[in-house]
Each structure stands twice: as C-alpha cells, then as structure tokens.
C-alpha cells in the first residue's frame, strides 16, 4: 500500500492534479464517485489565506466523502506560508501541499509556483519552513525545472525528502513548456530508482487513456498517477484506468444518460455551492468535454455557454437527452 505519512492511499493509487478554476466540490465529488484516489484542492493563495480573502477562504472547504484530500498552497514568503500552514491544518485535510509547479506567468512572477525552480535554495528552505510548521504531511507538486538547461529535479527530490516531505508529485514539463510538447516521464523514472528515495513519487503530465496509464506504470516504476486535464468533463477515466488495471479490458464509454447526468450533478453542485451567477459560469469549462463526439452538437454547447437560467440549463439537458439518447446519434 501507497502511504503519505501515515495516510493510506490505495495500492496504486490514482490522484487528481489540483487545478484552478476546475478542482472544486463540485468536480471533485464526481471523480470522487469514478474511483479517484486522492484528491486536491484548487491551488491556493497564502497571501489571501493569511488576509481572510473571501475566495481564498472558500476553497478550504472540503467534505468527509473527499477523503483523503490534500489542501495545496502557494506563495513565496516565509512568514506567509507558515501562517498559511497553520490555517490550513485547522481545515482538518489528510495532507498539506505546496505547489512549485504552477507555469502561469501572474505567479511565476512572485517567485512563487514554478517561478521558485530558479532558486532551489530558496525552495528548499521554503518548504522546511512549511513542514516544521505544520503536524500534516507535506508534499510538493513541482516540474521537472525552469527549462531544459535546469532540469534539478533528481537533485530537488533528494532535497526535499531531506526536510521532510512525505511525497513528491512531478509535471513531466519544465515551466518554459508550459503545456506544449510531450511530457517527459524519464526524469521521474530515474528518481524511482535512486536508492536513497523513500517517499512516494507520482507522475503526472499527458495520461489520457487506460492504455497509457498502464504504459507509464510499468516502463517508470512510479507509485501513482495524477491526472488533469483528461479528467476535465470526463471523470470516468479513473474507473477506466482501474477496471484496465485490474481485468486488461477497456470498459465502454459512458453512455449518453452518463453524461448528461454528471452534467447535471456538476451544475447542481456548483450552483448550490457558488451560487447560481458564479456557479454557472465555471460550469461552462466543462461542457464540451461532458459532449465530446456527440454529432452536431455545437447548437446545443453554444445554449449552454450562453443560457443564465439554471432552470433553462437543465431542459437544455434534458434535451441532450432525449436526442442522443441512442448511440447512432454519437460520432
């Protein structure tokens, strides 16, 4: 079994990457239900933390069925991300993590997110400061370096579970890539197999499908896989890489019903959380994934990127629904 600290985490397990805007309640409790493993929070601020920022502050909320969950932090402070640890630990999360791979230019700029990979120094000191100043474990998600000239990361791994942190999630990007290119898994396959590594060590970057999960696994030897992007408006993939895992059968898509059922529990959810301005208005990411494939479908995406009515989004769905409910309606 998969442990950080003392929080079991399945036996291989499978992780949802934090991410902005995206990594809410509302997404959560569907990967959640697909079989996702651990999840995070969406990535957040000390400095707002730390001033009680209305939007800061809402992100620590989490809930008994997302357990375990990581609560991720960034900033570039000292003083402000010990503070912001100690806010943390009184959320009651299973795991604190920082996050020093964020490549958006807004928080590379402060020196925080991946911006810190230009001083390992500092990041390390960073992060000791974080671990003596919390009883959670911690863990770090970062890249692999600032850009192909300054790719640390076997020397970064070593540092950091030197001061104490209990795993290490690695973006197989540096920051310079952003999200261009083919993530580079072979850097983190070498820090699996450095003896002096002890702590868990979870790829990240590019896995899309069961196939590729089960790749990854086996030619890099990490202890578990994040996912993003794929997850966005597709929560299934956890229990397709699991079902691929446990039987080597790819299971069938979701059907249509699936669908627009996740579709409808996600608005719910973010409307009830959020409230129905805001909540509708980060739901539309999320559409054109939840119909990805479905044939002449942009009539329908563009009502619902459109539509301000809750109760207009949901006969939208129903819709959906009752048109594609049969599979030669699908391309």
């Given at each position: 079994?998969?442990k950080?600290?003392?929080?079991?985490?399945?036996?291989f397990?499978?992780?949802l990457a934090?991410m902005?805007?995206?990594s809410d309640?509302?997404?959560r409790?569907?990967?959640k239900a697909?079989?996702c493993?651990m999840m995070?929070?969406?990535?957040?601020s000390?400095?707002?933390?730390i001033?009680?920022a209305?939007?800061?502050?809402?992100?620590?909320d989490?809930?008994?069925y997302?357990r375990p969950i990581?609560?991720?932090i960034f900033?570039?402070e000292?003083?402000s991300?010990m503070?912001?640890?100690e806010?943390?630990?009184?959320?009651?999360?299973?795991v604190?993590?920082?996050?020093f791979?964020c490549?958006?230019?807004k928080?590379v700029?402060?020196?925080a997110?991946?911006g810190?990979?230009?001083d390992i120094?500092?990041?390390?000191?960073?992060?000791?400061d974080?671990?003596k100043?919390?009883?959670l474990?911690?863990?770090?998600?970062t890249?692999?370096?600032w850009?192909?000239n300054?790719?640390y990361?076997e020397e970064v791994?070593e540092r950091?579970q030197?001061?104490?942190?209990?795993?290490?999630?690695i973006?197989?990007?540096?920051?310079?890539q952003m999200?261009?290119g083919?993530?580079?898994w072979?850097l983190?396959?070498?820090?699996k197999e450095n003896?002096r590594i002890h702590?868990?060590?979870f790829?990240?970057?590019?896995?899309?499908?069961?196939?590729k999960?089960?790749?990854y696994r086996e030619?890099?030897?990490?202890?578990?896989i994040?996912?993003g992007?794929a997850a966005?408006?597709y929560?299934w993939?956890f229990?397709?890489?699991k079902?691929?895992?446990?039987?080597?059968?790819?299971?069938?898509?979701?059907?249509v019903e699936?669908?627009?059922?996740a579709a409808?529990?996600?608005?719910e959810h973010?409307?009830?959380?959020k409230g129905?301005?805001?909540?509708?208005?980060?739901?539309?990411r999320?559409?054109t994934?939840?119909?990805r494939?479905f044939?002449?479908i942009k009539?329908y995406r563009?009502?619902?990127v459109t539509?301000e009515?809750?109760?207009?989004?949901?006969a939208?769905?129903d819709?959906?629904?009752?048109v594609?409910g049969n599979?030669?309606?699908?391309?």
């Open positions: 079994m998969v950080i600290g003392d929080v079991n985490i399945g036996e397990p499978l992780l934090p902005e805007d995206v309640p509302p997404f409790a569907l990967c697909q079989g493993d995070y929070t969406e990535f957040i000390v400095e707002g933390l001033r009680d209305d939007k800061s502050v809402q992100k620590l989490i809930y008994d997302e990581g609560i991720q900033g570039a000292h003083d991300m503070r912001a640890a806010i943390v630990e009184e959320a009651k999360p299973e604190l993590d920082i996050n791979g490549p958006v230019k928080v700029c402060k020196m997110g991946a810190i990979l230009q120094d500092r990041m390390v000191k960073l992060t000791d974080v671990v100043s919390t009883n474990p911690v863990t770090v998600k890249r692999l370096g850009d192909d300054t790719k990361i791994a950091l030197d001061v104490g942190i209990k795993a290490l999630s973006h197989g990007r540096t920051r310079k999200y261009k083919e993530a580079d072979s983190i396959g070498k820090i003896p702590i868990p060590i790829g990240n970057g590019d896995i899309d499908s069961p196939e999960a089960k790749l030619r890099y030897g990490v202890d578990g994040m996912i992007r966005i408006g929560p993939i229990r397709e890489i079902h691929y895992f446990a039987t080597g059968e790819l299971l069938p898509p979701p059907t699936e669908r627009v059922a409808r529990a996600h608005l973010s409307v009830s959380w129905a301005k805001l909540g509708i208005l980060e739901m539309r999320h559409y994934n939840y119909f494939g044939r002449n009539e563009k009502r619902l539509e009515n809750p109760a207009d989004l949901y939208i769905l819709e959906i629904e009752a594609y599979k030669e309606a699908l391309v």
